[in-house]
């Protein structure tokens, strides 16, 4: 069996300065990556196609990529770098959503829901927000929306589908547990399965108070019962310290689960690398 020490580490899921939230450039984020030990990195900028141009998207797009290709030529022989983009919330917008991926060769697409529609990122939600209507509603509708969301198609990796139960026990101290909606989570989960698009382990949770993974190892373990083939793993580093947070133990998880890879891609190809 393959131990930890030999996989090489793979993070899909990392944020530059040019998403809103992120705090270092790419050059500087590809040298401390290297230094980590990091074979791949993917850097996938934010872009909320619900916001893009109200909100700067349009321009953040452009730059990440161009920012990405450099650093992409500084480290080349020395660290792989993928050209990625988390694309929040695309089926709100689906015909801008196709012209934001049409405009450069990403090797990965991300695809996550960080609201619903019309209202903020839950991230700013008040408590009131949460209890009005009660949480379990927003939850129902949340995965309803990832589900809308694959039946869109045109993304690659299903990101952090529980990303609201960080905040709800970040700020609320409210514990959520993907079993309570397990006819929804299913749904999502033998959509994304019969689609052949990647779940994420998403260890950006790490470094909240929740800590932990976005899904729990059970959900993963779920996936792969329903017929789930491509894991894909990812630090959400918005700091260039924090890349490969993680890493290891979403190797473990899915192995766990019962897979024997984790996917990078490459050309929006999914590249199986062994774990087991």
């Known amino acids: 069996m393959i131990t930890l020490n030999d996989i090489p580490l793979i993070d899909m899921h990392t944020h530059t300065d040019n998403s809103q939230d992120g705090h270092h450039s790419a050059m500087y984020m ?5 230094e980590k030990g990091v074979r791949t990195l993917a850097f996938t900028d934010h872009c909320e196609v619900d916001y893009y141009y109200s909100r700067g998207f349009a321009r953040r797009t452009v730059q990440s990529f161009f920012e990405i290709s450099k650093a992409r030529l500084a480290f080349a022989g020395r660290l792989e770098i993928l050209r990625g983009i988390e694309l929040a919330q ?4 689906p015909e801008l959503a196709e012209q934001i991926l049409a405009a450069q060769p990403y090797d990965v697409v991300i695809g996550s829901i960080h609201n619903l529609r019309g209202r903020e990122d839950f991230y700013d939600w008040t408590k009131e927000e949460y209890e009005n209507p009660p949480y379990e509603d927003t ?33 609320y101290g409210i514990t959520e547990d993907a079993a309570r909606y397990r006819d929804k989570v299913d749904a999502l989960l ?51 310290e924090r890349i490969g947070n993680g890493i290891p133990e979403a190797y473990e998880i899915a192995r766990e689960a019962g897979f024997k890879s984790v996917v990078k891609f490459v050309n929006r190809q999914p590249v199986e690398v062994p774990i087991v």
């Open 30 to 34: 590809a040298e401390k990556a290297e």
């Open 90 to 93: 695309p089926h709100y917008v």
């Open 139 to 171: 939850m129902n509708a949340y995965f309803d929306e990832i589900i809308a969301m694959i039946e869109w198609g045109n993304i690659d990796v299903v990101a952090h589908i529980t990303y609201p139960f960080r905040y709800l026990y970040n700020i």
């Open 190 to 240: 033998e959509l994304c399965a019969k689609k052949d698009k990647a779940l994420e382990i998403n260890m950006g949770g790490l470094k909240y108070p929740i800590h932990a993974p976005s899904p729990d190892p059970q959900t993963v373990k779920r996936f792969h019962e329903l017929g789930g083939k491509l894991i894909s793993v990812g630090s959400d580093s918005h700091y260039a």
